[in-house]
């Protein structure tokens, strides 16, 4: 369970340690992650590789899955147990490697003693399927707490009678082939059982993919990155901050802190997801060891981009290749946070291992072929501002976090595009006392293409087809997007998941 007041390394710490880190290098040590105060953990487990779920069934309907939502017992830190929230008992969940063209029918159970909802992130899905916030899935012991929980608006008798602790969700994959993630969305709660684990990799397939001679199998690894802060007893210890933002000074990368991987001399796609609560990222390479990005949130560019760092945003997913043929055997690569402080600044590491290998991947010059859509199209703009109100509350910093100055209404509709619409949607940003704080906007159903960035083109990370993208102090970013696929309730909201919880939100209809 949760332990608040437990010892535990927590983001301040980790900032007070970079502070004794460039203390130390005056001194004369030149690591700043010598002086984390568990020297032992860095770089000595393995990457973990989450395990691909496999259905219980495949009929004419598709593949279906059983999930279940429970406590259990994971190891975290060497010796000591964690407690944590599971998909399937796993930290984090098993992979649904689903292919286009055949749906997902997954089956969740709830045994956890809250509320969930399980949003599958990227997905092109029917409104009934897509983890609207009071869409609860019940708990087992379903009392008077749980039903506070899920907030106004929620019929918790139709609720217990239709879907009690149950509920089958229905991903079509009716979509191009991208690393999408599956986690929870739950009102008011999505930070902390996200927090606890219950967060996976969702990838999809397709023979446009399939084609390509992109390195796959153990050379496809999936990497999913987020901090989390635990007790002296190994307890995952969550903290909304003031609901500035739930973080850790552990760097935790498929659930390992700072895990190592060895890697031939060869290509390998890396599928970089920021599944962290409040943190971005910028990665980078050791060595100046460039990435080839080959896909964002909505799978392949139409051709690869070179870059030497990597924005990675809340939700973002970035895939690239990285070449260590160049390498020397027993060169070691670290990844690079570079907006991390102290034991954030790491990542995981790369070892690279044995003589030079036949790699037969390419990368392509031409990945796809990307619809732009045209601002001339475009039948409507509309503005939403990301920005905080004063509350009065016990806590600091006393506020509530709005989209448009309001907060999240669940039975209030905030846009209502039409099916088959393209739409100009602007995000911009109130100006707030919280300058270091990233908002980004996420955006169900539909996936859109950056226009600009502060009037300036997208940056070169943020082509083709996205559906998160950063928005830092001062920034505006200006999207455009087609709401077709299904109507019915959505959602736009920031993905900072305590912001999101409270209450930085707003339901679209697609009508
Ligand atoms: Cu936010």
Known sequence: MIHPHDPAISRRDALILSVLGAAATVGGCVSTGATFASPGLRFRRDLPI??????????????????????????????L?????????IFPGPTIRAKRGIPTIVRCTNKLDTITVVHLHGGRVPSESDGFPTDVILPKNFDGLAASL??????????????????????PNDQR????????????????????????????DDDEDGRLPLPRGDHDIPVM??????????????????????GGGMMLVNGAPWPRLAVERRKYRL?????????????ALEGDLPFTQIATDGGLLDAPVTLRTLPLAMAERAEVIVDFAACQEGQSIVLRNLRGNGPLSEVMRFDVFGGPVRDRSEIPRTLSRIERLRQEDAVRTREFVFGAKPYLALRFPPIYWT????RFDAERVDAAPRHGDIEIWKFSRQKTIFPTICHPPHVHLVNFQVLERDGKPPLPHEGGWKDTAALEFDQSVTVIMRFDGYRGRYLLHCHNLEHEDHDMMARFDVV
Not at 81 to 89: D, V
Not at 183 to 202: E, K, S
Not at 271 to 283: C, I, K, T, V, W
Not at 403 to 406: A, E, Q, S
Request: glycine share 12%; aromatic share 10%.
């Open 50 to 79: 989450p395990p691909v779920l496999a259905p219980s069934r495949i009929d004419a309907s598709g593949a279906h899955y059983e999930i279940e939502q429970r406590e259990a017992k994971v190891t975290i830190l060497p010796g």
């Open 81 to 89: 147990e964690t407690t944590a929230w599971t998909y399937n008992g």
């Open 150 to 171: 899920c907030g106004p608006g929620t019929d918790l008798s139709k609720l217990q009678a239709t879907v009690g602790n149950t509920r089958t969700y229905i991903y």
């Open 177 to 204: 082939a991208a690393t999408l993630w599956y986690h929870d969305h739950c009102m008011g709660g999505a930070g902390r059982n996200t927090y606890m684990g219950l967060v996976g990799f969702y990838i999809i």
């Open 225 to 246: 990155i987020f901090t989390r802060r635990l007790s002296s007893s190994g307890e995952l210890v969550y903290e909304h901050d003031g609901h500035m933002g739930a």
């Open 271 to 283: 599928r970089f997801l920021n599944a962290d609560n409040s943190e971005p990222l910028e990665l």
């Open 403 to 406: 989209v448009n100055g309001k």
